[in-house]
């Protein structure tokens, strides 16, 4: 079974643009976690998404959205981008949205803003 | 507040011996603990959970034991071989808040041939 991918796995950008990413889980599950890990934080939960909807936000400004579409493939989107948004974007899927359940991890996106 | 810690932020062992990680939490609510290894630039990688019903949970070479009186978990790699060399990071859940997981700062192991 194919695992979960993201693309694109490498982006540079500058302040005030915008970024999409994207997450395909692994087959047959409907959760979708991101999390961002920056050196100085380390692994921070963003938001999750189950059945296209927002089961739970971390705590991140209002420039990160997201969104799940019917087939589970999710989408990120960071607005206004700014220089402390460099970070590794790591999307990971579950089965379903209980909280005992594994998550699988992606590679990640690897965003740098200049 | 950071709920979930690892005090170590590198440990070096010998090929053949045991690697020992240790993670600490502060909130009695947590009821699952899963250990993620991880590479540079890549995605954490899955090891192994265990639940707040268990204490000792094993999966080939690598063994969690979780002590809930103290706050704190372990995770047990024996025998340690270099290809073991990652930063491992423990993290997180309770129920009610589904897919967000709390993850310590991470330990870098180093296993020496």
């Known amino acids: 079974k194919a695992g979960v991918t993201q693309t694109p796995r490498y982006l540079i950008k500058t302040r005030g643009q915008q970024v999409t990413l994207s997450c395909s889980p692994i087959s047959g599950h409907r959760s979708v976690s991101w999390y961002q890990q920056t050196p100085g934080q380390g692994l921070q939960f963003l938001f999750e998404?189950?059945?296209?909807?927002?089961?739970n936000k971390g705590n991140f400004p209002g420039r990160f959205s997201g969104r799940q579409f019917s087939n589970s493939r999710s989408e990120m989107n960071v607005s206004t981008l700014e220089l402390g948004d460099s970070a590794l974007y790591l999307c990971a899927s579950s089965p379903g949205p209980a909280g005992q359940e594994t998550q699988y991890f992606g590679p990640g996106t690897r965003l740098l803003v200049l | 507040d950071q709920q979930v810690k690892q005090n170590s932020p590198s440990l070096s062992v010998q090929e053949g011996r045991i690697s020992i990680l240790n993670c600490d939490y502060t909130n009695s609510m947590f009821d699952y603990f899963l250990w993620y290894k991880k590479y540079p630039a890549e995605g954490p990688t899955f090891l192994i959970s265990?639940?707040?019903?268990?204490d000792k949970n094993e999966d080939g070479r690598f063994t969690v034991f979780l002590n809930k009186s103290a706050k704190h978990l372990s995770l047990h790699i024996v025998p340690s071989q270099p290809g073991d060399s990652a930063v491992y990071f423990c993290?997180?859940?309770?129920?009610?808040?589904?897919?967000?997981?709390?993850f310590g700062q991470g330990t870098e192991l180093s296993v020496k041939p």
């Open positions: 265990i639940s707040s019903i268990k």
């Open positions: 998404y189950f059945s296209e909807t927002q089961r």
């Open positions: 993290a997180a859940n309770y129920d009610n808040q589904g897919g967000k997981l709390i």
